[in-house]
């Protein structure tokens, strides 16, 4: 009985430890051993052998698990530092998780383009501030700056940019004796683009909010003008009946005078 008993623990043994054996394995070889105990006290008692052989049977299974326990250990560490450590990742030393902690972190260097360090708040003694430009579109100096720009845009007849400069001088400059002539010719860009019913509301604009500004009879000139090219006859002529009634002795009464005949 004693070499059956060997066998069936060679046989168990080595081929739980061939296969690196799993938990399963080892609840299913415990099984055995307690299916040789009961088989042993059914055929007569257990033998002082016998009951020797369970015991040593009994410390081997807990070798062997204490050393698949420690092979899994050892695998998850090797898996843990597989995962940090890469051709694209940061060059980690020290020990693993759990440990004193990370001793050095490389970090990669930016290439060219590619971005700008963090900000820092603390400036280097003796280096002197470079100021910022300032922004394309941010307003002149004053109001003469902004209508300066504006028609030197109008002038090469980029419309939406002196657009853009002869708002920023009503915006900023609501009250300045340049602001009548900013929206006349905010009018005029959309007059030159053709966009006529634009154009009519900018000019009315111009009558209502600068009654004694130089530009009104340019304004309801170009209004009449405005309706006309939309097909309003009618509108156009109530226009320049105004212009010729308001300013009689301004240029654009003279021409409309035909009209009116």
Same mark, same amino acid.
């Given at each position: ?147 300066? $720009?504006?028609?030197?845009?109008? +002038? &090469?007849? !980029?419309?939406?940019?002196?657009? %853009? =400069? #002869?708002?920023? *001088? ?55 003008? $405005?309706?006309?090219?939309?097909? +309003? &006859?009618? !509108?156009?002529?109530?226009?320049? %009946? =105004? #212009?010729?009634? *308001? ?15």
């Amino acid at each position: 009985m004693r070499n059956t008993v060997r066998i069936i623990l060679c046989a168990l043994v080595v081929g739980t430890v061939a296969g690196c054996a799993s938990k399963t394995d080892l609840y299913m070889l415990q099984d055995d051993v307690k299916e040789l105990k009961t088989q042993s006290q059914k055929s007569g008692g257990q033998t002082a052998e016998v009951y020797t052989e369970v015991e040593k049977l009994r410390q081997e299974v807990a070798q062997l698990q204490g050393t698949i326990e420690e092979l899994r250990h050892k695998v998850a560490v090797s898996e843990q530092k597989d995962v940090v450590a890469g051709p694209d990742s940061l060059d980690i030393s020290g020990s693993v998780a759990g440990t004193q902690g990370v001793e050095k972190v490389t970090m990669p260097l930016l290439e060219e383009g590619q971005g700008e360090p963090a900000d820092t708040t603390a400036s280097v003694e003796g280096e002197t501030d470079v100021p910022a430009e300032p922004e394309p579109s941010a307003p002149a100096i004053d109001d003469q700056g902004l209508y300066d $720009a504006g028609k030197r845009y109008f +002038d &090469s007849y !980029n419309y939406a940019s002196a657009r %853009k =400069e #002869l708002g920023l *001088l009503l915006d900023n400059y609501p009250s300045s004796s340049l602001a009548d002539d900013a929206q006349y010719y905010i009018a005029e860009t959309y007059f030159n683009e053709k966009w006529f019913e634009k154009a009519i509301l900018e000019y009315q604009l111009v009558i209502e909010k600068y009654p004694k500004g130089d530009k009104r009879p340019a304004a309801f000139f170009k209004q009449g003008l $405005a309706f006309e090219n939309i097909g +309003d &006859s009618t !509108n156009a002529k109530v226009r320049y %009946k =105004e #212009l010729v009634q *308001l300013y009689p002795d301004s240029n654009e009464a003279k021409i409309v005078g035909a009209k009116l005949q």
